[in-house]
């Protein structure tokens, strides 16, 4: 394999691009990059619509990490683990932290249980530590950093802040699972950055997996390639950051695709008339 064909094979295994496809297809550049190592799809579909999106995404790649916004009536962990098993997720991408102490670990730990691996966040480096703290005891799998800007490190996003990412996610909480990027067409990161140049520095933060939103299609994906080879070749992206980053998302999909028991639906319970 030469530098340059590595190279593309490290930025697809850290890009989880999105679709929001009602038949279920998808786009030949998604289907190019899951040859070449992208590890999954975020399915921004609900019902039908995310059931067929999934069930084509296996049907190319076995193993790939099925991401989902998550369920949207209230409820722990394992209502929500079963309403995505159903939908055909293995990654939660959307698990708020929780307010109440304990919260954060149960609802990771319970839905987890079944196999859906939980992105904790948005983290922003800033307010209350805690939950992000639980969620890493609880050995959650993801944590996902947010848009906030950072105070003290010149308006940067957590996303793109090295200090939020490798200072405090890393350092003073000490987690060492898969850190994603909240989805970068956000208009605060395509305004301030670009897609391409906000996945670059991302990377460079220490993100691990960078998510691409619905609207950003083969030539958003072509141009993160070129940003990243250029920040490569400038030695602003060091080769062993991208290699650090697929590592871990390699350890996350291999989690995801484990079998396991699936979460059974709940059951509402009628109590007989009085």
């Not at 094979?9 to 899951?34: E, F, H, K, Q, Y």
């Not at 966040?121 to 950093?145: K, Q």
């Not at 995801?256 to 319970?269: G, K, L």
Request: aromatic residues 2%.
């Amino acid at each position: 394999m030469n530098a340059s064909h590595r190279l593309a094979v490290l930025v697809d295994s850290c890009l989880l691009p999105a679709v929001d496809s009602t038949d279920g297809r998808l786009p030949d550049w998604i289907l190019r990059g899951l040859e070449r190592g992208t590890p999954g799809v975020a399915v921004h579909a609900r019902g039908e619509a995310a059931r067929t999106a999934s069930e084509t995404l296996r049907a190319s790649v076995p193993d790939a990490l099925t991401g989902h916004p998550g369920p949207h009536r209230p409820g722990g962990g394992n209502a929500a683990a079963a309403e995505l098993v159903e939908a055909g997720a293995n990654l939660h991408l959307a698990v708020r932290p929780g307010v109440r102490a304990d919260e954060t670990r149960v609802f990771v730990t319970d839905l987890q249980t079944h196999g859906v691996a939980a992105a904790l966040g948005p983290f922003t480096g800033t307010g209350s530590l805690r939950p992000f703290a639980e969620g890493a005891a609880a050995g959650v799998r993801a944590i996902t950093a947010g848009h906030s800007p950072v105070p003290g490190d010149g308006g940067l996003p957590a996303t793109l802040s090295g200090p939020a990412v490798t200072g405090i996610l890393r350092g003073e909480l000490g987690y060492g699972g898969v850190v994603v990027s909240d989805t970068l067409d956000a208009p605060s990161i395509v305004d301030g950055w670009g897609v391409p140049g906000a996945a670059v520095l991302a990377w460079i933060a220490g993100v691990d997996l960078v998510r691409l939103g619905p609207a950003s299609g083969a030539g958003v994906h072509t141009a993160i390639h070129t940003a990243a080879a250029r920040a490569v070749t400038d030695g602003d992206l060091p080769l062993a950051r991208l290699e650090e980053a697929a590592e871990r998302v390699a350890r996350l999909r291999r989690w995801a695709s484990e079998p396991r028991m699936p979460a059974a639906p709940e059951r509402v319970s009628h109590s007989p008339a009085s």
